[in-house]
């Protein structure tokens, strides 16, 4: 498996959402936005559902663990899901509206390419996909968490934090920022 890059600046998830909301796709935003504050594989983001997102928290079940978490909506989610909700719309959320697909959940494929797509929109060059959304979850709490590995550990459902130290890394710009900062 190649790496995956998070996106580090995270001034640039605001800008890959609104870049899509521009291009009216809404769900994509959602989809982008929601697996950026949970740090859900793309496989249980795509199984979410209309009922589930209108409830204030609710459980999923993860399909690679097995394990339960438990997902609470923001408010700046809530926000983006409003823009797509209506009272006569149920079942999966990300669905394809194509002749040759319709109503069948959108492939991992195409997410992935979409994501990758917003991500050079935006002016970002790397590897970029559908595990760019965990792994800017699971970057930012690290940052945000005065790099807290355990409580990221509890997040993403490892089972050992040395999953989630060799999941983290050690990404480039940090590894030449504290490189240029050796003084001797």
Not at 39 to 52: A, M
Request: with cysteine.
């Amino acid at each position: 498996m190649k790496f995956v890059e998070p996106i580090i600046d995270t001034s640039k998830v605001n800008v890959i959402k609104d870049l899509m909301m521009e291009d009216g796709k809404k769900e994509l935003a959602l989809l982008f936005y929601f697996g950026c504050y949970h740090g859900l594989r793309i496989g249980d983001i795509l199984k979410l559902t209309f009922e589930d997102l209108r409830k204030e928290e609710f459980r999923v079940i993860e399909q690679k663990t097995g394990k339960e978490r438990i997902i609470f909506m923001p408010e700046k989610v809530k926000m983006l899901f409003s823009e797509i909700d209506s009272p006569e719309k149920s079942g999966l959320i990300f669905v394809s509206k194509s002749n040759r697909n319709r109503g069948a959940a959108w492939s991992t494929v195409y997410t992935g390419n979409e994501i990758k797509d917003y991500c050079e929109l935006a002016g970002l060059h790397g590897r970029y996909n559908n595990h760019t959304l965990r792994k800017t979850f699971a970057y930012t709490l690290y940052q945000n968490s005065n790099h807290d590995l355990v409580l990221v550990q509890q997040a993403l459902n490892h089972s050992k934090v040395e999953t989630t130290r060799r999941y983290l890394g050690t990404y480039a710009t940090e590894t030449q920022k504290a490189i240029r900062n050796l003084d001797f």
